[in-house]
């Protein structure tokens, strides 16, 4: 899919639904489709002033961490734009390739269903996203770290 494509600039569907942006993410996504889709999510999420944001990932059957950086980033603009972001449907084999290159899925919070999303989107929970068990701290070590300062 190329940027000069007519049916690349279509191929951007969006939906509000209860007050949720659901962005359905073309299977054939590349590097120019991640520029392209984080440009206009972000142009809609100002525009409509939406609570949440739902990156549907199911059609993903590949996805290079370049990409994968790039909405990750999408995910932490829109957070910074004050609107709550969930990825969701990642295939397992995404997920394996991601996890096999050591990607960082510090900033992005998932769900397996759309329902699962809208569910955590709408309820009072924090949204909170996925953590290597190495970042997490002890209580000793906050104790210590404390009486460093």
Known sequence: ???????????????????????????????DYAMLLQK?????????????????MSDVKTLDTFTFSLLVDTARMISMLGTRVVFVGFQPGVVSALVDLDVDFKDISTAVTMEDGFELLQSNRTIIPFYDASDLMTSSSITEKNNEQ
């Open 40 to 56: 206009k999510i972000l142009e809609k999420v100002k525009a409509t002033s939406v609570r949440g944001v739902l990156i549907d």
């Open 1 to 31: 899919m190329k940027m000069n494509d007519r049916s690349f600039f279509s191929g951007i569907n969006m939906q509000i639904v209860n007050n949720t942006i659901v962005i359905p993410v073309n299977g054939d996504m590349d590097d």
